[in-house]
T-cell receptor, first 116, second 113 residues
Framework: DGGITQSPKYLFRKEGQNVTLSCEQN?????MYWYRQDPGQGLRLIYY???????QKGDIAEGYSVSREKKESFPLTVTSAQKNPTAFYLC???????????????FGDGTRLSIL | SQQGEEDPQALSIQEGENATMNCSYK?????LQWYRQNSGRGLVHLIL?????REKHSGRLRVTLDTSKKSSSLLITASRAADTASYFC?????????????FGTGTRLQVTL
């Protein structure tokens, strides 16, 4: 089945540690996105990528980094500079990267990150 | 900042009743989408309505869009216990930048037997 796979499902970070969340899609989608979800606050955009080897900051990029070396992969690193990393992280993809796209986003099942 | 705000924040109804959720947004949009999220899971796309459309149906879902009031509503008819979830509206901003979604804070729907 085509879809988006996020791993791990649960992740714990120690003080001063960088951690990387995996996101892989087999939908052959161009655009990929990372969101952070805190209780009662909806989803906020961290980074997005419209094409391989290119990505842009979203609304809350500080303390995070990404790479897009392959079309199907868009890993997110939560660095030690992110002082409040505890949240639910969601990866999504979309079939086209057009400016006025009317295609929906497809989501993975998320990674829950906590601080030890 | 959040583009969309849902109302109510939480809604509890009995099975068979209709559920109505509202979404307001602030700026001109290209389209508005509704997503559903079961607890601890990712979001699932429900329906998309373009800025030049006023109403759209999909099964038991009915979405309306009023661009003059910058608002949308999602109606779920004949609700079932399996409809229990959080529902989010999301807007694609018509700013000429990359197509990004901005999500509201969501409505938590509880459907009881």
């Amino acid at each position: 089945d085509g879809g988006i796979t996020q791993s791990p499902k649960y992740l714990f970070r120690k003080e001063g540690q960088n951690v990387t969340l995996s996101c892989e899609q087999n939908l052959n989608h161009d655009a990929m996105y990372w969101y952070r979800q805190d209780p009662g606050q909806g989803l906020r955009l961290i980074y997005y990528s419209q094409i391989v080897n290119d990505f842009q900051k979203g609304d809350i990029a500080e303390g995070y980094s990404v790479s897009r070396e392959k079309k199907e992969s868009f890993p997110l690193t939560v660095t030690s500079a992110q002082k409040n990393p505890t949240a639910f992280y969601l990866c999504a993809s979309r079939g086209d990267r057009g400016l006025y796209s009317n295609q929906p986003q497809h989501f993975g099942d998320g990674t829950r990150l906590s601080i030890l | 900042s959040q583009q969309g705000e849902e109302d109510p924040q939480a809604l509890s109804i009995q099975e068979g009743e209709n559920a109505t959720m509202n979404c307001s947004y602030k700026t001109s949009i290209n389209n508005l989408q509704w997503y559903r999220q079961n607890s601890g899971r990712g979001l699932v796309h429900l329906i998309l309505i373009r800025s030049n459309e006023r109403e759209k149906h999909s099964g038991r879902l009915r979405v309306t869009l009023d661009t003059s009031k910058k608002s949308s509503s999602l109606l779920i008819t004949a609700s079932r216990a399996a409809d229990t979830a959080s529902y989010f509206c999301a807007t694609t901003l018509n700013t000429g930048t990359a197509s990004k979604l901005t999500f509201g804070t969501g409505t938590r729907l509880q459907v009881t037997l």
